[in-house]
């Protein structure tokens, strides 16, 4: 069983280093530690010239980098809650679209008839519904909310043009964020070159 730190590491890994890009809504970030985040941490000022900013954001490390992921992206959030199996995933979601990684989660139990309130927080509602999704569908839920985190990425390309790249690389391809999902899902629910192509066909 992989520990939630050894996540934590491979989430750092995944995210890769510094960028600014002007279209991610997250600002300068690295490691998948944006700017807002550090602003909202005690002890963000790394640089220690009593401001943060996009220097502190470069003076992150990989350590800093888990260390906050740990605390407010996993136990936070409650994730260690969850059923074993969703770990690794929401906890990866979670970094990437904060609560929205929870709101997918909730959607999925009402699609699966299963009522939960859709606020983004896990309280005992949603780890009583986790539980109960987990014990009827247990060799399919991981899956399930992979397939989830790939139409929520695909619909947000869908509306905002200038988020695309993320969806499908220059060459046409699955881009990050499909990929990404479906590093989390089983290969028999990866899309194929054509499906691909299908779904992004209207983007022209």
């Known amino acids: 069983m992989t520990s939630p730190r050894q996540l934590a590491h491979e989430i750092v890994d995944r995210e890769g280093g510094f960028v600014n ?15 807002h985040t550090l602003r909202n941490i005690p002890w963000g000022d790394l640089d220690g010239d009593g401001d943060i900013d996009v ?14 992921f740990m605390q407010r992206y996993f136990h936070g959030p409650r994730i260690d809650e ?20 929870v709101r997918i989660l909730q959607r999925l139990f009402i699609e699966m008839e299963i009522m939960v ?18 014990q009827s569908a247990p060799g399919f839920l991981r899956d399930a909310y992979g397939i989830a985190r790939r139409d929520y990425y695909f ?20 881009g990050g964020w499909i990929k990404r ?22 983007w022209g």
């Open 181 to 202: 999902a479906e590093e989390f899902m089983s290969p028999n629910y990866h899309l194929t070159d054509g499906e691909f192509q299908e779904r992004v066909a209207k």
């Open 155 to 174: 619909r947000l390309a869908d509306q905002r043009p200038s988020l695309r790249k993320y969806a499908r690389t220059r060459a046409g391809r699955k």
């Open 117 to 134: 309130i859709v606020d983004g927080a896990i309280g005992p509602q949603t780890i009583r519904a986790a539980r109960v999704a987990q």
């Open 21 to 35: 890009d002007p279209d991610d809504p997250g600002g300068a970030t690295k490691y998948g530690v944006t700017i």
């Open 55 to 68: 220097m502190d954001v470069r003076a992150l490390t990989k350590e800093h980098a888990v260390e906050i």
């Open 82 to 101: 969850l059923p074993e199996v969703l770990h690794d995933t929401v906890f990866d979601m979670q970094v990437n679209a904060g609560a929205n990684a």
